[in-house]
């Protein structure tokens, strides 16, 4: 899809209040979208959207949504194929990252990390998918992670979820093109936005003793995250070309070549990864 082919159409983005939601909004409400940036924050998703670049052909607003209710999802996108006549795309962006060792890991957590990452896309799939059938058109772009790829260590909650989206994404893919319907799945590496310096929610048990934050885990591993303005320009021209893995950075690329050809290398790898970063961190 050409840049211009964007004006008039109609994109709800989830998790658009910030980082890679937000970032990807601009890109689109530059290029003369409708876009919708829903966040479980209303009020930072308001605030979103009228901080987007205007164009003539689209237009910005923002939605609170927890992607964990199904009705809520299905609500959103009745509302926004009624106002501009169809959904054209939506991206399931929401998304949360909990880490840690796992024998240490609250199963709250593990709970929140699968309602939110996995049962949220399939919510966004589940509301926007059929009326794309039946529009005969349309584009679901579900975000996942370089550990929906490859086994990441130390994230084992986060990257069952990430996993389970891409085979979600990969396999609808090849149903949905029965349909003149499109299906990317964007597995980003390291982002810069604010979910590396988010520990849990107030309402979840705190971290076990010891746990990192992400960026505390990257820069342990020494790499240093993509700004995320870029990588909203590179994913986007991927979702452009109907690409149905998008890897940005391109550096992805290496490590997913080695986990599919050599898994026991990637995992000597990640192993060094891991033990480097647990290294001076306390048991408990």
Request: charge should be positive; glycine fraction near 12%; include cysteine.
């Amino acid at each position: 899809m050409a840049e211009h082919t964007w004006a008039g159409k109609a994109a709800v983005v989830t998790g658009g209040a910030s980082g890679i939601g937000r970032a990807l909004g601009v890109e689109l409400a530059a290029r003369g979208a409708h876009v919708v940036l829903a966040d479980l924050d209303g009020d930072a998703a308001a605030a979103a959207a009228g901080g987007l670049p205007t164009h003539a052909a689209g237009s910005t607003v923002g939605r609170a949504l927890d992607v964990r209710d199904a009705r809520a999802v299905e609500a959103l996108v009745a509302e926004v194929a009624d106002r501009w006549g169809a959904l054209d795309l939506m991206v399931n962006n929401a998304g949360i990252s909990l880490g840690g060792r796992t024998h240490l890991m609250p199963p709250e957590h593990w709970q929140r990390t699968i309602e939110v990452n996995l049962i949220g896309v399939v919510n966004g799939v589940l509301a926007a998918y059929p009326r794309m059938v039946a529009q005969g058109h349309g584009h679901v772009v579900n975000m996942a992670s370089m550990a929906g790829l490859a086994p990441t260590p130390l994230t084992v909650a986060y990257t069952m979820t990430k996993h389970g989206v891409v085979g979600l994404s990969t396999t609808l893919r090849i149903e949905a093109a029965m349909h003149g319907v499109r299906v990317t799945v964007v597995c980003p590496g390291s982002i810069d936005t604010p979910i590396l310096d988010k520990g849990p929610s107030d309402d979840l048990p705190p971290a076990p003793a010891g746990t990192l934050r992400p960026r505390q885990f990257l820069e342990k591993v020494h790499q240093r995250p993509m700004p995320v303005d870029r990588f909203a320009r590179q994913a986007l021209r991927g979702i452009e070309r109907n690409r149905a893995i998008v890897i940005v950075p391109r550096s992805g690329h290496g490590l997913w070549w080695l986990q599919r050809i050599s898994p026991p290398a990637f995992g000597r790898l990640a192993g060094v990864l891991a033990r480097r970063v647990v290294r001076d961190l306390p048991e408990t």
